[in-house]
């Protein structure tokens, strides 16, 4: 499996993917689903990929390599390296993935296996703003709002709660990037198939250039306090809130539970009552 | 869509259901997941379910009305309310699943409706101990242990990391009730198919009847606690934690994200480049 967390802020972009693999978990491997294309002062774009492999890795292949059926309106070719707008670079992704889905989905289909693909493409070209889209297996995509300025791929479901208690679109970046890592901790705690190491960008908007891009292993001592800090404070939250109290007695107090009240409506006490 | 839960300690047992029941977003309906088998001083039993809402009522009305296959070794049938263990009990819920398996698959099947159904199924019988259970929808069923003291059917996975964070056998059972309900509302702020009001069952080991049994709604002011302080609370935490520092320079503090230095690896700045 696969967690990768794309976010959008007006003070830049965050990128987190995981790299773990499987094919059954007695076949687990590391591919890193991550890659920064960039022209720097001009372009920077990133990519995370999440689904089948064999598609994901022949998209970026063909991203690269292939002339693909996008063109501008003068009827040239757009590469993601000419690409005037993050736009045109998304339909560039979309057609790639149309072009593998094209060559390998009815083989695929006869194995049995599903055309499996998304991605997280995100950036900024010069002369135009921040960008961050969603890009499904069938090549169409969704671009991220102030509403929704994040994309999840792969399992996203035990590392959504704390991305939407904390992220807006003036969450400073470096605070982003820490939601992103619990976030992503959160994943692995409950999910084996999602796991070391990680790579990690932040891009400062307008920068059209990105140096902070870094690669965390179980020796980071960031991530490793993220990952001993959270679990321990989140207990003492839990400690901190109080146990309910059972009462009778019909009361004001906030933490006393009515019990037995409602206890007739689902009880059933004899083999001919019936309640559905 | 359902979240329920049930939970099995040293002391007791913790049950919690939501009750909403949707068929599509536009077809949203309330209805509970929860019943209560008792004769008091002899069982008490309880019955979470999940799945398509025709399949579970019809398990829950056979369960009760008609005559399954399972016998004891007298070959006197056996039923819920006279099983002599709760393992006997969950094989006759098995048969009703598989009742209802025989009389409606095949025309779901035609419909294209999976026979989707699961339960969570908990008690104690006179002279045993309590057990647990998970039974799926071919009928079959697994036990709850201390290595694995709750089982989730529905939409588990987003209130599945606070459980994993602090059940163990030896969680008192107020603790235990106040955990399922915290799982519940990172379900239900995530999941709209998930809602209220809950059923809350809380059931102390030996009693064979049980007085905890209150459904909880939006005014419940015990809920209301829970939903805002850890929610609240859980924001704190995640301000407290220290935000990453990017820095060039090798050094051992620990917040500091050692930037740029495996950005190669990763980035792609000519279109003649590759990485896979």
Redesign the interface.
């Known amino acids: 499996m696969t967690y990768c967390v794309g976010i959008k802020l007006n003070a830049g972009l965050v990128f987190l993917s995981d790299s773990r693999t499987n094919a059954g978990v007695d076949h687990i491997s590391t591919f890193?689903k991550?890659?920064?294309?960039?022209?720097?002062g001009d372009r920077t774009m990133v990519l995370l990929s999440a689904g089948n492999l064999s598609i994901s890795?022949s998209v970026?292949?063909i991203l690269?390599?292939e002339e693909l059926k996008e063109r501008n309106a003068d009827g040239a070719p757009i590469?993601i390296?000419n690409a005037t707008s993050m736009f045109d670079a998304a339909r560039v992704l979309g057609a790639a993935v149309r072009h593998v889905y094209d060559r390998d989905a009815e083989s695929l289909k006869h194995a049995g296996v599903d055309f499996n693909v998304s991605f997280v493409f995100g950036g900024q070209v010069k002369g135009e703003a921040m960008r961050l889209f969603l890009v499904y297996s069938a090549g169409n995509f969704i671009e991220a709002t102030n509403e929704t300025p994040y994309f999840q791929i792969g399992e996203s479901?035990?590392g959504?709660?704390?991305l939407?208690?904390?992220l807006t679109p003036d969450t400073?970046l470096?605070?982003a990037?820490?939601?992103a890592?619990?976030s992503m901790d959160?994943t692995m705690?409950?999910n084996l198939s999602v796991g070391l190491p990680l790579?990690?960008v932040?891009y400062e908007a307008g920068r059209l250039q990105t140096?902070?891009?870094?690669?965390i292993d179980a020796d980071?001592?960031?991530y490793?306090?993220?990952h001993s800090?959270?679990?321990q404070?989140?207990?003492?939250?839990?400690d901190?809130?109080?146990?309910?109290?059972?009462d009778?007695a019909a009361t004001?107090?906030?933490?006393?539970?009515?019990?037995?009240?409602?206890?007739v409506?689902?009880?059933?006490?004899?083999?001919q009552?019936?309640?559905?």
């Open positions: 890193r991550m890659i920064v294309y960039e022209q720097p890795q970026r292949e690269q390599v590469t390296w479901k035990y959504k709660p704390v939407d208690r904390v400073p470096e605070e990037a820490k939601c890592l619990v959160s705690k409950s790579d990690l932040v140096d902070k891009i870094v690669c980071n001592p960031y490793r306090m993220i800090g959270w679990g404070k989140l207990r003492e939250v839990f901190s809130l109080d146990d309910p109290v059972w009778d004001e107090h906030p933490l006393k539970m009515p019990a037995a009240r409602h206890a409506l689902r009880k059933i006490t004899t083999p009552e019936r309640l559905i």
